[in-house]
């Protein structure tokens, strides 16, 4: 869960995969769906959602953090770990 894999999957440097996305002119809800389409192929339902934004809210403009949380979660999910 906490290998360099993850490690390197979850980095939020200028140019990586998270950072593009934080960065985007996506919405909030775009950019958490972008997320679990990438690591689950589905879009999160509406409690997924919630409790995202409730985390990139908390976050209060860090939003390479938060989505580095939220990505980081889908990663170590059950659903990505018996999936892939």
Excluded: C, Y
Excluded at 4 to 27: D, H, P, Q, R, Y
Excluded at 60 to 68: C, D, K, M, N
């Amino acid at each position: 869960f906490n290998g360099e894999l993850v490690k390197k999957a979850t980095n939020g440097e200028k140019g990586s995969f998270l950072w593009m996305i934080a960065n985007s002119k996506l919405s909030n809800s775009d950019k958490i769906r972008w997320l679990f389409q990438a690591g689950l192929a589905r879009n999160p339902d509406k409690r997924e959602i919630g409790a995202a934004n409730q985390l990139l809210l908390a976050r209060r403009g860090e939003t390479v953090a938060a989505l580095q949380d939220i990505w980081w979660a889908v990663l170590n999910s059950n659903e990505f770990i018996m999936n892939h």
